[in-house]
């Protein structure tokens, strides 16, 4: 019988194991801010996170590109139950953003619970026990930072001892997945031939090899995300020294200015953490002001008519804004052929500067084979449509020098939760699940049936393209923390969605998605995949999720409660019934006695002393036969 606290169950037997009441995969922000509210909400600390990188801070910790910065203001991208009034910048750098994570961790003093390099590689339910069964891989140090794709080829070349330095079976309550969504790098393009030739250095931009030396090498860049607008101008600057980089773009994405600070950059880093620290109230104030202008960016996500109105308006500002930024050869590639917000939007303060960078070039010519020290790139292009009447965009061959390839391509989106894997009841993979009802989906982005106690973080469908990842994941952590508080008090020992609740949900998803500019804006993005199931966004706006995941609709959910619920519930309706009984007695016997309105609540405290003392009499009774029977 497992208590209420991390223990070790049957001592030093075979099937011995480590018993958690909350076991949380993943610690980046996430899993952070779960472990925090679990303390700070609840009350409760016995619980472990586990993650298979080196250290804490998720996509932040693994990605150390040149440039690497967050893109939205970060009074906004920090908890709202943990504000950061110190940063150095309006846009702090990575480094900054893991140092607040870690010291947020240290504040909540959570960092012992928090377990590194132990890879969660798969998740079993336990009917009978009501237990979730948690196979562990305790990795070698660092390895953990590998793509899975690369810790497996490793592992097919020189063994998984070499990668893996044991196995651990633990056993949970509840399992909460905080795997975030970008965690596995594109692979290299299959189609292209040649790699196994290449000379060069050839790695991604979410794995950045800074062994690699670029000073003065040719560079190739796979790409044009949000990852390579923040690197690729710093690529010719001290300390990296390129000699050229060559930028290839599959199609040109919508670049927007990026936010600056009231008062200017200089400004704001001189001023602000003085301001915010000792104003009361002003940091706040900033945080729901830009709150309600990313609310209000949500104008430009729908289908109706004042939708597209206000789309190709800001269509045509960032237009202005490019033409003025870049070189007029690039104008015609850069100037999309989609809706603005069908894809990511780039917030951008130096590539399009950069682009005027004579070391840097731009071409849409598409990747065709890699030699011992040079790419191939065309005949044709990927953008604009060949077919394109007068474009002057190139379509001609050509071979360019190349010492080292950077994939900013993205990634692996199309698995949610990959590697993991999850069995339910039954044993149900939760990934054959999701096969066989049309892709990845949960209930509020947050549970499936079939899976009791299991809590996804950021699950399907609760990322935008206009709010803060960390809003939607606190309003997430909020929302389960309603039902993992019962189970925690041991009043329920199980919750679990309700199917029709959850299809429910989902067809209402993929029907509003239909008419968001994700699916209908005329771009290819990993929003949706080639059957155009929408797996990824909130088709809604964010404040619609927050007040979804403020009052939550019970009625959607099995409990399964335990005798000491029971017996709560029992108690809590039996008194309703007696409160609602003495309220009917108390007002007819008051009118019995010709008492006013006014005199009621007197005449009801009568009685329910009344009634009180008559209780607290029959319990003194009770207790003293009690007493007397054990004697």
Known sequence: MPYESIAKENGYDEDSYTYYPVLIVGAGESGIALGCRLKEKLGFDQFRIFDRQAGIGGTWWINRYPGVACDVPAFFYSFSFSPNNRWTSFHPPGPEIVKYLEDVCEKYKIVDKIQLNTDVSEARWLEEEGLWEVTLQHVRPGLGDWGAKDRQNYIDEHGADQ???????????????????????????????GRDKFQGDIFHSARWNYDVDLSGKDVVVVGTGCSAAQFVPRLTKAPHNAKSVTQLMRSPPWVVPR????????????????LLSNIPGLALLLRFGLFLVSEYDWRLFGDEEHNRKARAKLEVELLDHMKENVPEKYHEMLTPDYDVCCKRRIFDATWFPGLNDPRIELTTLPLTSVDERSVT???????PDQSKAGSKVPTEQVKKPADAIILANGFDVSEWLHPLRIRGRGGKLLHDVWRERGGAQAYLGTAMDGFPNMFIIFGPNTATGHSSVILATENMIEY???????????????????REAEMSWTKKIQEKSQHTVYMMGGCRNWYKDANNWNSTVYPWSQTNFMFKCMFPRYRDWDFKYTAKGILKQKVRRGLMFLCVTLAIVGVFRARQ???????????????????????????????????????
Do not use: C, H
């Open 593 to 631: 006695a010709g008492s006013g309105v006014l005199e009621m609540p007197g005449v009801l405290r009568m009685y329910t002393k009344q009634f009180l003392a008559g209780v607290l009499s029959q319990g003194v009774q009770g207790l003293q036969y009690l007493r007397a029977q054990l004697a």
């Open 163 to 193: 990668v893996y330095l044991k196995k651990e079976i633990v056993r949970a309550k509840i399992l909460a997945s905080a795997v975030g969504g970008l965690v596995e790098p594109k692979a290299w393009p299959n189609e292209i031939p």
């Open 480 to 498: 389960g923390l309603k039902f993992m508080g019962p189970i925690l008090k041991g009043d329920v020992a199980q919750v679990e969605v309700k």
């Open 259 to 274: 936010p600056q600070p009231p008062g200017g950059p200089e400004q704001w880093a001189r001023w602000s953490p003085a």
């Open 377 to 383: 790139l065309g005949p044709g292009r990927t953008y």
